[in-house]
């Protein structure tokens, strides 16, 4: 699989062009500013381009749809962390601490820090990209559909496990998450199950309508309903950059999550919601202070931020090696690159050597370009905390419909997302964890269809999912994310029990 | 500042939504098309459908073969049902894209619509269907294959994405009914998308896919997986050692199409004028590229060929399903 470090420099060469510099520059803004909108995603961004890249030539139409790919992943965080409300299910995790952060009138080293390790993971994923690409396609080959059963089983477990001392509704929460992913059709039998006659739900609720419902317009009415209220003294914004303290506590979770969430890329189909999330739990469980997660721990923003952009470099792995689109995006690519007469397949390495590795020094300038832009516009976008309420949450409520719109061109998705507000409403008044409904219904589908796959090929037997060492080891952690709480919860009572002078920590 | 950054946002917004917006003038009622046109893609940007309807429009608008402005809109859902309830309603100057499952939805139970619903305008192109193994895989030929089903439908794992009932499912039906195995065991492992189904072979998770040439064969220029057939009535280009179904003794010739149609009730000179304009456009050398870039065939038939030709498909298609056992 050679990288040959002259290949490598003519692409970087290539991708310093003046026009793929611009090119560059116009997808990454461009990602960021869909990324940010609610339900504006990278797909319908590069799905829209695809008549502008009708004349382009292939390497720089695929640098310009790569760019708005990894630059809707910095966009994503901005509206989760300043406003809850997150756009895509990468962006999810951010909304953990980020949210809290943003309250507490630290928004602006959350912004920071979100843009820092993004940088950093996107930098570790292309790296590995660079030396690993072809050995990790042949390795997630590996994961059929036992093993992807097992790897969601694995993340809805952890999912499940942040809502410690909520269990019970945690588990409530992730069961109307799996019941919602049963609608549509049945891909194993071709039988439609709960659309009620209504086409448009044959192939299953969009969750980005759910996601767009729940945060976006639940936030909405949150805030309407709690109008009257006082809302305290004005929000600041708070420093602009991170504080050396900050960066140690961030330094090893970013470092982590970043191979973390390409490895999780590279998974066909996975993408970077299980990335971002996974790489959240992880670290607070590896925590000294997990007790400051979901309370503005900036290292809970800094985890998945550097997990969900190395993931979006990893999705490009099986699409560049094997012509395997891993994410709604890359299949849409997939779709622009074949109109320009690019096949993409195990033999474009080959073929289009040049352009891959142009495209990998691309990701290289993107990515700092991003940090720059995102660093840039942190002073703009923080003055979405001075907006009056009165204009800032109708703009949002305009926002999620145009935005569900672009998804499916369907007006029964308005009804949707009016009724899924109304149960974020519900969730936030009665303190329900919103992830693991959301996450339940991103994975929920795929993990049934993985489940029943399974069993077919193993003609009923249920020993198919202890059968490969990938199995095993998803299996082993999945207990151990579960009941990895009661342990530190045992080990902290001996602990409280030795030392009874108590510590003088943050409770 | 922040009125600003709102108006910018708003700004963009209304840039990008601006391309699935349609814009109408006066119905003149003189001439045929009086405004602008409009195409559907009863699915989402990225597949065979969107693809066509954004080639057809960037051909007959690039080569001036008809000067109306063209907007593709994509309506998902249902397997085209969305799009398609969408077309029914609208006037002469909406069309759509489609495919045998505008037959195969009716069949199977999952639509009132057929297409006799609709104003059959064309068929435009087809692809043909592969059948292909991991490359270590026992299995070296069609006819192994086919006696191995025949012994015991269930020894195999079968790939196919993204549903039953559709071209690459029913082919393998068809062929291996030709055949004389019980197809209504076989045992069809159902993904979401082609290349879910290529990842599912090259990792050895199933024994068999069925699925388009063009999906299958990168894969097998790389030499990652074998073809066993295609289901063409001669070899193809680029694939000339592959041996069709027919020369290994199982009777049957396979198109997965890709045509036009109308709302109902176009009127005589709206059919004709789309005769000629499709016919203009199949010809020229911007189609034929894009043809050749995806992998698709021409396979065009002018209005009343279509229809007949949909009529020998509805029975063929009728029969199939039913020996399937996907419809009761």
Not at chain 2, 35 to 57: H, I, Y
Not at chain 2, 89 to 106: A, E, F, G, R
Not at chain 2, 124 to 145: G, H, R
Not at chain 2, 313 to 327: N, R, T
Request: hydrophobic share 45%.
């Amino acid at each position: 699989m050679g990288v040959d470090i002259q290949t490598l420099m003519e692409g970087f060469k290539t991708a310093m062009q003046p026009m793929n510099l611009l090119w560059v520059l116009v997808g990454g803004f461009l990602g960021t500013v869909v990324g940010m909108l609610p339900g504006l995603g990278p797909a319908t961004a590069v799905a829209v381009l695809i008549p502008i890249t009708f004349g382009m030539d292939p390497t720089s139409a695929l640098i310009l749809m790569a760019a708005i790919y990894y630059g809707a992943m910095y966009g994503g965080s901005r509206s989760s962390i300043l406003l809850n409300t997150p756009g895509d299910g990468s962006a999810i995790a951010a909304t953990f601490d980020g949210y809290p952060m943003s309250q507490q009138g630290r928004a602006g080293q959350a912004l920071a820090m979100s843009a820092i390790a993004s940088l950093i993971g996107g930098v570790i994923a292309v790296i590995g990209f660079i030396f690993l690409a072809k050995p990790l396609a042949e390795f997630a080959l590996q994961f059929g559909p036992a093993e992807y059963f097992l790897l969601m089983v694995f993340t809805l477990s952890a999912i499940v496990s942040l809502s410690k001392g909520n269990m019970v509704k945690g588990f409530i929460s992730m069961s109307v998450g799996l019941l919602l992913s049963t609608v549509g059709v049945d891909l194993q039998s071709g039988v439609y199950r709960f659309t009620m006659g209504i086409p448009q739900l044959s192939e299953g609720i969009d969750f980005l309508v759910i996601i767009i419902g729940i945060y976006a317009v639940g936030e909405v009415l949150y805030n309407l309903v709690s109008i009257d209220k006082p809302k305290g003294d004005k929000k600041s914004v708070g420093k602009k950059w991170i504080t050396k303290d900050q960066w140690k506590v961030s330094k090893w979770p970013i470092l982590r999550s970043g191979p973390l969430g390409f490895l999780i890329g590279v998974l066909p189909g996975a993408g970077g919601s299980i990335a971002s999330m996974l790489s959240y739990t992880t670290e607070r469980q590896l925590s000294k202070r997990q007790d400051q997660f979901g309370k503005g721990a900036v290292e809970g923003v800094a985890a998945p931020e550097s997990a969900n952009n190395a993931a979006s470099v990893g999705a490009l792995i099986p699409l560049l090696t094997m012509g395997i689109p891993g994410s709604g995006t890359t299949a849409v690519m997939l779709g622009a690159i074949i109109m320009l007469g690019v096949q993409p397949g195990p033999l474009l390495f080959q073929h289009n050597g040049d352009m891959v590795w142009s495209l990998v020094g691309s990701m290289f300038i993107g990515n700092i370009f991003l940090v720059l832009i995102n660093i840039l516009l942190l002073g703009l976008l923080v003055k979405i905390l001075d907006t009056p309420a009165k204009i800032l949450y109708p703009v949002i409520f305009v926002l999620s419909f145009i935005g569900t719109y672009t998804l499916n061109y369907s007006i029964i998705d308005f009804y949707i997302l009016l009724l899924f507000g109304v149960v974020g409403l519900a969730m936030k008044i009665y303190k329900f964890p919103i992830a693991p409904l959301i996450l339940a219904v991103i994975v929920g589908s795929d993990m049934e269809q993985n489940f029943r796959k399974s069993l077919v090929s193993s003609d009923g037997s249920l020993g198919i999912f202890f059968e490969s060492t990938v199995s095993v080891v998803l299996l082993i952690l999945t207990i151990l994310s579960i009941s990895y709480p009661f342990i530190t919860e045992m080990i902290q009572k001996r602990r409280k029990t030795q030392d009874t002078a108590g510590n003088h920590h943050e409770l | 500042m922040k009125k600003l950054l709102i108006f910018l946002s708003i700004l963009t917004l209304m840039a990008l939504t601006a391309c699935g917006s349609q814009s109408s003038s006066g119905d003149g009622g003189e001439s045929y098309p009086s405004k602008d046109l409009e195409f559907v893609a009863p699915a989402s940007p990225g597949g065979g459908w969107d693809a066509t309807a954004r080639a057809m429009k960037k051909v007959l608008n690039d080569e001036k073969i008809v000067e109306e402005n063209m907007n593709v809109v994509n309506k998902p859902g249902g397997s085209g049902e969305v799009g398609w309830k969408y077309l029914k309603k609208q006037d002469p100057h909406t069309l759509s894209v489609n495919s045998s499952l505008v037959l195969t939805n009716n069949l199977l139970g999952k639509s009132q619509l057929t297409y006799k619903d609709f104003t059959p305008l064309a068929i435009l192109t087809t692809e043909w269907e592969a059948v292909a193994i991991p490359k270590d895989s026992s299995i070296k030929n069609a006819e192994a294959l086919m006696k191995q089903l025949k012994k015991d439908p269930k020894s195999l794992k079968i790939a196919v994405a993204p549903g039953l009932g559709n071209d690459d499912h029913l082919s393998f039906v068809q062929a291996a009914k030709t055949y004389g195995v019980d197809v209504t065991k076989l045992d069809f492992l159902v993904y979401e998308s082609g290349g879910d189904v290529v990842s599912a072979l090259l990792g050895g998770h199933v024994d068999v896919a069925t699925m388009s040439v063009s999906e299958a064969k990168q894969q097998y220029k790389a030499d990652k997986v074998d073809i066993l057939a295609v289901s063409s009535e001669e070899r193809l280009d680029g694939l000339e050692d592959i041996p069709t179904w027919k020369e290994q003794g199982v009777d049957m010739v396979f198109p997965h199409w890709r045509g036009v149609m109308g709302p109902p009730d176009m009127t005589e000179e709206e059919i004709a004028y789309w005769d000629e304009k499709l016919k203009k456009m199949t010809e020229t050398d911007a189609w034929k590229k894009i043809l050749k870039n995806n992998e698709w065939q021409s396979f065009y038939k002018d209005s009343s060929e279509t229809k007949k030709f949909l009529k020998e498909q509805e029975e063929m298609y009728s029969d199939l399903v039913k020996k399937s056992g996907l419809a009761e």
